[in-house]
């Protein structure tokens, strides 16, 4: 009877001390679910912030393309004003006949002349240069190579070119008493003028 009584107590004893280390393992479990739902959360934060910093470098990325398509949308805008630099070629001298239309053999048409110049250093051809008056009357320049800081004279009349005369082959004179000069380039574009007559000589280099 002694003994079983005292197995009874062990028994209890022991069922005891496991109910004590089952209901501490129990906070510690509940901290550690605790702390992976923390976790969960910062990986959510942390995935939050990734997004978040995605979402800033793509705004920043697609400012980076608008800018630079401005900048291009400037260039494209600045490249098409005319940035050329002054030409090297200039109308200089210019020499009108009066009383010509009564020579007989056109001779004095040749003393009738308008300069023009290359203030260069370099050589410039003036093919496709044009020489015009008030009237439209136009000469346009042969395959004609300008040496630097020379010149040549474009005579009205008819003649053999050099390098130093041109000709253009005209009957009738071109420059009157009170007319203007204009020089274009192959392009059209004017380089130079001179006027001269009812406010005396001007010159505006284009």
């Known amino acids: 009877m002694s003994a079983s009584l005292t197995t009874r107590r062990a028994l209890a004893a022991v069922l005891a001390a496991g109910a004590l280390i089952g209901a501490a393992a129990m906070p510690a479990a509940a901290?550690?679910?605790?702390?992976?739902?923390?976790?969960g959360r910062n990986h959510v934060r942390d995935h939050d912030h990734g997004r978040d910093n995605g979402r800033d470098n793509g705004r920043d990325q697609g400012r980076g393309r608008d800018h630079g398509r401005d900048n291009g949308r400037d260039n494209g805008r600045d490249n098409g004003r005319d940035h050329r630099a002054p030409s090297s070629i200039a109308i200089g001298e210019v020499q009108?006949?009066?009383?010509?239309?009564?020579?007989?053999?056109?001779?004095?048409?040749?003393?009738e002349w308008v300069e023009v110049k290359n203030t260069g250093r370099h050589a410039v051809n003036l093919r496709g240069y044009t020489l015009t008056d008030e009237q439209g009357n136009?000469?346009?320049?042969?395959?004609?190579?300008?040496?630097?800081?020379?010149?040549?004279?474009?005579?009205t009349g008819q003649g053999r070119?050099?390098?130093?005369d041109l000709y253009q082959d005209r009957r009738r004179q071109v420059w009157d008493d009170s007319d203007t000069a204009t020089l274009r380039d192959d392009r059209g574009n004017i380089i130079d003028t001179e006027s001269w007559g009812r406010r005396g000589h001007h010159h505006r280099n284009g």
């Open 31 to 39: 901290d550690g679910h605790g702390h992976g739902r923390d976790n």
């Open 96 to 111: 009108n006949e009066d009383g010509m239309r009564g020579d007989r053999f056109g001779r004095a048409l040749n003393r």
């Open 138 to 155: 136009r000469y346009r320049f042969p395959d004609f190579r300008l040496d630097g800081r020379s010149s040549v004279k474009v005579h």
């Open 161 to 164: 070119n050099t390098r130093h």
